[in-house]
């Protein structure tokens, strides 16, 4: 066993601000989408900066499913294989109209892979809303994916499929209002600039462990240390 690497089924909580993805009209159903890197090029610069080929879609379920989280995950992968795709698929939840609704987020370089995976899920009983005017609005997200953690620091990881990802790892288990008000000193008071940020867990046997992530296509490694100094006085207790 790898001692520097461990992995599992990660819980991530972040805030975006999503809007009525175009395709909704065509295929009769709500589809959300988000801007990939909403933080990363500017907080209030949204859809400006939406990526070419590069589509992060939210699909709230109208019907509540029973072990909804576990059912995507079983059947991604076959959905995957049934629709050609090599989309990301991953069970999640969202805000919506000040209420909380399953959602499944496919994050994808092509949107016609859409309308199958909607066929796909509605086999396994999923039902959607019809297409809706949608104003843009703030939503606070949460999803599952696995994930593995490489450390490359004490109490500091990447993961390891994707190396633009990172991990900081706290102590104690914090609520996301924290988590916002104390990234957002973090930012405006460091000059630390150009990465999305996010909270995430992973359960281990008999514990749960939090971690701040951070997503940047240019982070700079050798402030790293002093990155963690600041979140650790900001979020220890």
Known sequence: MNKNKFDGLACYTVMKKLAKAPISKSLGHLVLESDPTPEYYSKNNFPVNKQVNDWNYYIPVKNQIICFQDIVLRNAHDIQKKIKSAAKIYPGQISFHHLNYSSIWVKS??????????????????????????????????????????????????????????????????????????????????????????????????????????YSKHCDKNRFDELKEEIQKTFIK
Not at 132 to 148: A, G, H, P, Q
């Open 109 to 214: 370089d092509s949107e016609d892979i859409i309308e199958p995976l909607i066929k796909e899920f509605e086999k396994l009983g999923f039902r959607f809303f019809n297409n809706r005017k949608v104003e843009t609005f703030d939503s606070l997200i949460y999803f599952k994916k696995y994930t593995v953690f490489k450390k490359i620091g004490e109490g500091i990881y990447e993961d390891d499929n994707n190396a633009d990802r990172f991990f900081f790892e706290i102590p104690d288990l914090i609520n996301f209002e924290k988590f916002i008000s104390g990234i957002n000193r973090i930012k405006n008071s460091c000059n630390y600039h150009l990465f999305d940020s996010f909270l995430t867990s992973i359960f281990k046997k008999g514990t749960t462990q939090d971690f701040i992530g951070i």
